[in-house]
Each structure stands twice: as structure tokens, then as C-alpha cells.
């Protein structure tokens, strides 16, 4: 359902030698599939993820997602493109200031022309699920970063979207909030057969994961083992 081919992306600042971020990389991701992309930093990893977003345009490849070219969207299409069909959690932080956690994980609903309060009570389980129940009525500035992650998250996946992109969104919970996090991926994956491209550091991901990718300079290593799964003390 999304495939990429042979994508390049080199960022060039001034007279510098450019930065081969993304280097040739070719990846089919096949539907309600999640797969986790591992890579030390640097490796290219959010610079791919902004590339299937449409935020950035590739240098040269393509990237299809249903038959359609992604890189290739007018600046208006590609922004409805993500909003409709697109959640995408985003490595920074991007609440608006003053507004209320609901509100807040509420705003794509709304953008898409569901009404306020429909919206609101449309997000309001997804909350709950990530445990913000008790949350709802704080502004941003009021939460601690792993909550305003975790409305980031609500926010992504409010619309039922067919494409999940997510950069890092256990990077500032507690293991136990992160492994929740993953198991709400997951299972929103398997149970709306949503595709998942999730970008993490942490070597239990990988264990939510169908498949892991290494990327490693902009390239994808098919020779390195999987991280090691790192077993769980229960007691
Ligand atoms: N806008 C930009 N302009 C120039 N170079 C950039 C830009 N964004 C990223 N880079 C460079 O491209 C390379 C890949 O960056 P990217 O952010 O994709 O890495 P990453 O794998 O997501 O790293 P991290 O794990 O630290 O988030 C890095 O060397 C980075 O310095
Ligand atoms: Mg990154």
C-alpha cells in the first residue's frame, strides 16, 4: 500500500558538501503492516518520515501510497492529503499554547469540519485509551511533556487515518507510559488494519513491531541483525 523507490534526499547548506540523509531507499509497506525503523541518530530517520508526509520532496525516487504519487502533490494537495489520510506524530512537540488537552487532540477533527463539540466527544475514548482522562481540561502548558505527547498521539489517530506515521512518540514517557503507547499503536493497527511507520530508539518496540528496518547513513541495512529484544523482569 505504500511503496517507495530508490528515494534521495541530499539537504545542501551553502558551499558545504551536501548531507546524504536518505540515499536510495526502496520499501514497501504492505497494509495494516507496522513496521518500526531503527537508526542511530543522524541516520535519515525523521527526514524519511517528512518525505511521506509530503513535507519535504525528494531529490529523486517516488513514493506511492495506493497508487498514488505522494512526492508529487501540489503543496495544497499535499496538505490535504495530510489531513485526511495521514497521522502523523511528529518528533517535536506542536500544541497550541493555551488551549486544552480535548481541544487540542481535538483540532484535526475540526480542521476537517467536524463540529466542536462532536469533535471533542469523537477524541474523548481515544484519551481515556492513553490515559489523559483526568487531563482533558488542562492547557498544554499545564501537562507534563510525555501527556502533551500523548495528546500529539490522540491528535494522530483522531481521523481513523490510513497512514500512521509516528517519530519516536515514547521518547519522553516512562517505559511503563511507552509500552501503553505501543500497545495503543498496535492495536489500532491490527483492529482498523491502519499501517504504521514508527521510528524508535527503545529495543521493546521492536517487539510490537511485524517487521524492523535498520537505517543506517540513509540506507536501509538488510545484514544487521534485529536489536536484541531485551527480556522483561516481571518481578
Ligand atoms: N533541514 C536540514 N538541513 C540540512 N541538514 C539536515 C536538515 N535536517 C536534517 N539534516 C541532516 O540530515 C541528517 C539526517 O537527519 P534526520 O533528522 O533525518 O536524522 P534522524 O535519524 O531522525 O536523527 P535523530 O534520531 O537524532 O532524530 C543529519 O545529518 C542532519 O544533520
Ligand atoms: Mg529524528
Known amino acids: 500500500m505504500?511503496?517507495?523507490h530508490e528515494i534521495v534526499k541530499h539537504y545542501r547548506i551553502g558551499e558545504s558538501e551536501p548531507v546524504h540523509a536518505v540515499d536510495g531507499?526502496?520499501?514497501?509497506v504492505r497494509k495494516g503492516e507496522l513496521v518500526a525503523l531503527y537508526g542511530p541518530s543522524g541516520s535519515g530517520k525523521s527526514t524519511l518520515l517528512l518525505l511521506i508526509a509530503a513535507l519535504l520532496r525528494p531529490d529523486s525516487g517516488s513514493i506511492v501510497l495506493d497508487g498514488h504519487e505522494i512526492s508529487a502533490l501540489s503543496d495544497q494537495k499535499a496538505a490535504r492529503y495530510r489531513l485526511r489520510e495521514l497521522g502523523f506524530v511528529r518528533q517535536t512537540l506542536n500544541l497550541t499554547p493555551g488551549v486544552s488537552a480535548v481541544d487540542n487532540a481535538a483540532l484535526k477533527l475540526m480542521g476537517m469540519g467536524v463540529r466542536a463539540r462532536?469533535?471533542?466527544e469523537q477524541v474523548t475514548p481515544l484519551?481515556?485509551?492513553l490515559g489523559l482522562e483526568d487531563r482533558l481540561h488542562h492547557r498544554s502548558d499545564q501537562l507534563s511533556m510525555g501527556e502533551r505527547q500523548r495528546v500529539m498521539i490522540a491528535r494522530a489517530l483522531?481521523?481513523?487515518?490510513?497512514?500512521?506515521?509516528?517519530?519516536?512518540?515514547t521518547g519522553s514517557l516512562d517505559s511503563r507510559r511507552g509500552q501503553e503507547v505501543l500497545e495503543l499503536l498496535a492495536g489500532v493497527c491490527r483492529q482498523r488494519e491502519l499501517t504504521v511507520v514508527l521510528v524508535t530508539h527503545d529495543p521493546q518496540a521492536a517487539s510490537y513491531a511485524d517487521r524492523?528496518?535498520?537505517?543506517?547513513?540513509?540506507?536501509l541495512r538488510d545484514d544487521e541483525p534485529e536489536p536484541r529484544l531485551v527480556s522483561v523482569d516481571a518481578s
Do not use: F, H, W
Not at 483522531?158 to 512518540?169: C, F, G, I, M
Not at 524492523?212 to 540506507?219: A, C, F, I
Open 25 to 28: 531507499v526502496s520499501l514497501k
Open 212 to 219: 524492523v528496518l535498520t537505517l543506517r547513513d540513509g540506507q
Open 127 to 129: 484519551m481515556d485509551t
Open 2 to 4: 505504500l511503496e517507495l
Open 118 to 120: 462532536e469533535a471533542r
Open 158 to 169: 483522531s481521523t481513523d487515518p490510513k497512514l500512521v506515521l509516528a517519530d519516536e512518540p
